[in-house]
């Protein structure tokens, strides 16, 4: 059984920093691209970042030189790591996961930006 588990999302004052994680279980995580995406009230869900089996990331305009996505493929994790958060950041956090036609997802995190 697939299961992808996000941690990490919470309240943080605008300009402040967390680190999501997500570890997923039951795929050959190190041959998947690994993703972020978010989801706020009222908008449609929205491609943050990606990391591909070889290390190439991509980002969100919105998100570049703050957020930073990095993988462990030895302890088959991935994260993200957001800084000089925006309340415009303020959304549910969701990991995918993709390789070919398989595409899991996580339950996702909230995170919270606000003073």
């Known amino acids: 059984q697939v299961r992808l588990v996000e941690s990490g999302g919470g309240l943080v004052q605008p300009g402040g920093s967390l680190r999501l994680s997500c570890a997923p279980s039951?795929?050959?995580?190190?041959?998947?691209?690994m993703a972020w995406y978010r989801q706020a009230p009222g908008k449609q869900r929205e491609l943050v970042a990606t990391?591909?089996?070889?290390?190439?990331?991509n980002y969100a305009d919105s998100v570049k030189a703050r957020f930073t996505i990095a993988r462990d493929n030895a302890k088959n994790t991935v994260s993200l790591q957001m800084n000089s958060l925006k309340p415009e950041d303020t959304a549910v956090y969701y990991c995918?996961?993709?390789?070919?036609?398989?595409?899991?997802w996580g339950q996702g995190t909230q995170v919270t930006v606000s003073s």
């Open positions: 990391i591909s089996s070889g290390g190439e990331t």
């Open positions: 995918n996961a993709k390789l070919f036609t398989n595409n899991f």
């Open positions: 039951g795929i050959g995580f190190k041959y998947y691209t």
